[in-house]
C-alpha cells in the first residue's frame, strides 16, 4: 500500500502463471454462464433468431441478386411463333426478407396444424371411457401373450374397472381430477409464453435480416481499426455462419426425409398415429442421443396396441438399426467432417445448455456448439479447445504467419 495525492492507492502484483490464468477464465466463463442464465428470456430468442437469420440469408439474398426465374411467351415480331424465355424478377431485399420469413411461417404452420390434428384425435379418444376399457383390454391381452410370467392380478385384473393401473390412468385422464386441470393449465399458460416468443423471434429475425450488412460492420469495428484483425474477425463469423447454416439446414433435411420413411414404415405396420410419430420424431432428432430415444417410445406402445406383438418388437429392431445408420452414415456422409464433435462433447454441451436454457437449450446445443467451435478454430489459442471437441484430432502445421519458439527455463518449456 501506498499513499498519493489523490488519496489510498493500492498496489497488486498479479502473477501471470498458469494457476492465475487459469482461475481468471474459471471466473469469466462462471460469470458468463450467469449472465446467460439471468439473461435466458432475452438470449434465448436472439439466439434463435441468429441461427434463423444464417439459415434464411442465402435465400434472402438469391431472391435479391440472382432473381427468381420467371417463364413467359417471348413473340419478337409477328412472322414468328411464340416462343419460351426465362426473366430474372429480382426482388427488393426488404421484400425479399418478407418473403422467406412468411415461407418459413407457413412450414411451422403446416407442421403444428398436421402435429395438432394428431394429438387432438389421441385426446378425444383418451376421454372417451368406452375407448379407454378397449385399449386395456387389448393391451392386457397381449401383455400376457408376450410376459413370461402370469400377469399380476391386482394390477392386471381382466376387468378393467378392477385394475390399479387402468383406475390410475383414468382418474389423471378426467377433465375433473385436480391433476389434470393442472396440467391443463400449464399447457395453457407454455402455449401462450410459446406464442409470444415466436412473435418476439420474429420480429428479431425480421431487422437481422434487414439490416445484416450494417450490423456485420458494427461487429466487425468493434474488434479495433487493424485490417488484420478486422479479416480475422470476418472470417470467423462468416466460418460461423457457414457451420450453423450447414447444421441447421442439412440437419432439416435429414430429419424430415428420415422421418418421412418412417412414417410410411408406420403406416404400412398399421399404427393408428403412424402421420403424427412421423413429426415428432423428426422435431426430436435435433436432440443429439436423447431425442432419438424418447421418439422411439410412442410408436413402439403404438405398434403394441393397434398391430401384433412382435410387429411391435420389429418395428423396435428396426427403428434402432435405423438411428445407428442415420447417426454413424447418413449425418457423417451429408454434414462432412467439419461438423462432426465427439459424443463426450456432445454429451457434455446437452447437459451444460439445458441447465441454462432449460429444453430449449437441448435443441440449441449442437448449433451453438457448432458456433463456438468455429471461433475456437479461427483464434490461434483456442484451436486446441476445438481439436478437443472434434471427433478427429489431426496434426496440423505452423502456418506462415505462425512462429514457435521454445526455450528451456528451470526445466520448464515455453512455447
Sequence with gaps: DRFCSTGLCIVINVSSGSATR????AVILLGITIALYIGREIFIPTVIALFLAAMLWPLANWMYQTGIPVIWFLRPDESQKRSLGIHRLHVPWGLACLSVIAILIVFALLVVAAFGLGLSKFVIDAADSAKQEKVYSIFREKLARVSPTPLDPEYFPEEANNSKVFITVKGFLSPESESFQSLARSLGMWSAAFVWQCILITFILLFL?????MLSRRVVEIFGPSTAIQGQAVGALKDMAVQVRAYLVWRTIVNFGMAAVLGVVYHIAGLELAWTWMLFTAILWYIPYLGPIVAGVPPTLDAFISCDPWVAIGLVIFYIVYVVIEGYLIVPVVMGRSMEMNATTVMLACLFWERVWGPVGLFLAMPLMAAVKAVCAHVPDWRP?????????????????????????????KS
Excluded at 435480416?209 to 450488412?213: I, N, P, S
Excluded at 478437443?388 to 526455450?407: A, K, Q, R
Design 385 to 413: 479447445w476445438a481439436n478437443l471437441m472434434s471427433s478427429h484430432v489431426e496434426d496440423e502445421e505452423p502456418s506462415e504467419g505462425d512462429t514457435f519458439h521454445v526455450t528451456e527455463e528451470k526445466g520448464e518449456t
Design 22 to 25: 487459469w482461475g481468471v477464465n
Design 209 to 213: 435480416l434487414l439490416e445484416g450488412r
